[in-house]
């Protein structure tokens, strides 16, 4: 398998990777005349403990522990030892504190997952 046809998942150990066929084609993702939608998830991973107890434990005040993934292509990417790809909100962080609408891409499925692949350590 190419490494450009291949990125990891959350049910795989690195460095296992899935085949480029597991995402629909370019195609299929942008069906409207403004692009490839894209939102940012934010997760708080102390699911609030950090705004509770930061103050008391360390004598500052912490709103979150914050972690962020990228939606695009009907995918989210987010980094967990590599960057790696679910269905959106199925990723083991919970529910996102935040859904920020970021607007659109233009950039194919394909271009995306070869620039991932490109700067992987």
Known sequence: MDKTDSLPTTTDTLPSQVSSDEFPDD????????????????????????????????GKQVDGIWHTAIIVYEKEYFYGGGVQSDNPGQTPYGNPARK?????TNIPQSVFHEFLNEIAP
Request: charged content about 15%; cysteine-free.
């Open 100 to 104: 920020i609408d970021m607007g659109y």
């Open 27 to 58: 195609n299929d993702n942008n069906n409207n005349n403004k692009g490839y939608p894209i939102k940012i998830y934010v997760y708080d991973l102390s699911q609030g403990m950090a705004s509770m107890y930061s103050q008391q434990l360390i």
